[in-house]
């Protein structure tokens, strides 16, 4: 069946540190790779997305994402994490075109 | 600025009476999408609009209806909601179905009494 598996439901990390939330699929092929942001109360804000070409693509918000076939494995990081970065993040994959498979989410908390 | 607008941002009703949630958008996407989203949890899929052409989800509850009049406007209707209906409703756009980002409005949290 097809998955996404993000493996840490809750990450903290203090304000400043370097942030890094994992994704992993199970798809055969190569799939549109997505990450979302989602502060309490609100709707899904689209961080990055990787389509094709360049393995490591850039976001809004200073995030970046690194797409690894061989680990099968779409993370994203942050050099720096801001307080306002507190927030659910979900990793997405559309390999059908027809419906995207949400990640169970990581909630982050930013500690002073 | 283009965007997904849903209305209201609370709803609250009591078991059992109907209720319906809207979503418009001013992005003229093609597809317009609908979540259950529940506390702790990921986005669950409940139907998406492609153009005037309507796609459920095999496990959505018969209780759970849609209409999308015209491109912009998409809602969800609950004939009887339930406790268990009580969560976050979201409603996202694309401009086609494949292998587009979605883009998502607020959301409307809903709670049933």
């Known amino acids: 069946a097809q998955s996404v598996t993000q493996p840490d439901i809750h990450i903290t990390v203090s304000e400043g540190a370097s942030l890094e939330l994992r994704c992993n699929y199970s798809?055969?092929?190569?799939?549109?790779l997505f990450w979302y942001v989602q502060s309490p109360g609100q709707g899904l804000q689209l961080l990055l997305k990787y389509f094709s070409g360049d393995t490591l693509v850039q976001g809004i918000k200073g995030f970046e994402a690194e797409f690894k076939r061989s680990q099968s494995s779409f993370n994203l990081r942050k050099p720096s994490v801001h307080w306002s970065d507190a927030a659910e993040y979900f990793c997405a994959v559309d390999n059908t075109g027809n419906q995207f498979y949400f990640g169970t989410g990581t909630s982050l908390t930013v500690i002073p | 600025d283009a965007m997904v607008i849903q209305n209201p941002r609370y709803q609250v009703t009591q078991f059992g009476k109907p209720v319906t949630l809207s979503c418009s958008q001013t992005l003229n996407h093609n597809v317009m999408y609908w979540y259950q989203q529940k506390s702790s949890q990921a986005p669950k899929l409940l139907f998406h609009?492609?153009?005037?052409?309507?796609?459920n989800e095999a496990d959505t509850p018969d209780n759970f209806q849609s209409r999308r009049p015209n491109t912009s406007f998409c809602f969800l209707d609950i004939r009887s909601p339930g406790l268990g209906d009580a969560a976050m409703y979201l409603c996202?756009?694309?401009?086609?179905?494949?292998?587009?980002?979605?883009?998502f409005g607020p959301g409307t949290r809903l709670t049933v009494l």
């Open positions: 798809y055969g092929a190569t799939p549109y």
């Open positions: 996202a756009t694309s401009r086609a179905a494949i292998y587009n980002e979605q883009f």
């Open positions: 609009y492609y153009d005037k052409d309507f796609n």
